[in-house]
T-cell receptor, first 117, second 118 residues
Framework: AQKITQTQPGMFVQEKEAVTLDCTYDTSDQSYGLFWYKQPSSGEMIFLIYQGSYDEQNATEGRYSLNFQKARKSANLVISASQLGDSAMYFCAMRESHGGSQGNLIFGKGTKLSVKP | GAVVSQHPSRVICKSGTSVKIECRSLDFQATTMFWYRQFPKKSLMLMATSNEGSKATYEQGVEKDKFLINHASLTLSTLTVTSAHPEDSSFYIC??????????????FGPGTRLTVL
């Protein structure tokens, strides 16, 4: 079973508008971390935002915010005021904390975001 | 801070040769380094986890004799693709986990190495 599910293979958004990228996860751990990364065509993985399972407030980093709904096991990324440079692949990832884990990340399949001028 | 380098960034080799990829944490010490593989338009798949001074832990389905990992110091891990074949062509990305941890205990990613085997 997939642990990280990103149901949107591709998304389009108009420049300056907001867009939400979906991510649901599956874990039995009480302590875990959720990450979003941006991967432009160059291939580098750019960290965007982090949400810890015990964090009560939704994380925000500039134009990025994370809509964390723990009971639903969802961690959607919201990008406000989209810019052309936001066009890239976006990956949701989870780090589990159970005994057998060395802290590796489990990635979703990604969403390709295209920002239209 | 928290910079990870990979070398080389691109490599083209002939089938049957071996290729070594280096992953270095430049301004921090890494307890653990991770090696991922990414096929075009696909997600990152963890290949192995390496800890300094000990044997790497390989994910199911990853051939340890083909993908040799050495984590010789707290700042350097190497991945050697032995007897490379065209199906090994891929984008290889490493990440490093800071020995100091921190609230996010995050991994810092290298820029990746694109391997093409002819």
């Amino acid at each position: 079973a997939q642990k990280i599910t990103q149901t949107q293979p591709g998304m389009f958004v108009q420049e300056k508008e907001a867009v939400t990228l979906d991510c649901t996860y599956d874990t039995s751990d009480q302590s875990y971390g959720l990450f979003w990364y941006k991967q432009p065509s160059s291939g580098e993985m750019i960290f965007l935002i982090y949400q810890g399972s015990y964090d009560e407030q939704n994380a925000t980093e500039g134009r990025y915010s994370l809509n964390f709904q723990k009971a639903r096991k969802s961690a959607n990324l919201v990008i406000s005021a989209s810019q052309l440079g936001d066009s890239a692949m976006y990956f949701c990832a989870m780090r589990e904390s159970h005994g057998g884990s060395q802290g590796n990340l489990i990635f979703g399949k990604g969403t390709k975001l295209s920002v239209k001028p | 801070g928290a910079v990870v380098s990979q070398h080389p960034s691109r490599v083209i080799c002939k089938s049957g040769t071996s290729v070594k990829i280096e992953c270095r944490s430049l301004d921090f010490q890494a307890t653990t380094m991770f090696w991922y593989r990414q096929f075009p338009k696909k997600s990152l798949m963890l290949m192995a986890t390496s800890n300094e001074g000990s044997k790497a832990t390989y994910e199911q389905g990853v051939e340890k004799d083909k993908f040799l990992i050495n984590h010789a110091s707290l700042t350097l891990s190497t991945l050697t693709v032995t007897s490379a074949h065209p199906e090994d062509s891929s984008f290889y990305i490493c990440s490093a986990r800071d020995i100091r941890g921190g609230p996010r205990d995050e991994q810092f990613f290298g820029p990746g190495t694109r391997l093409t085997v002819l």
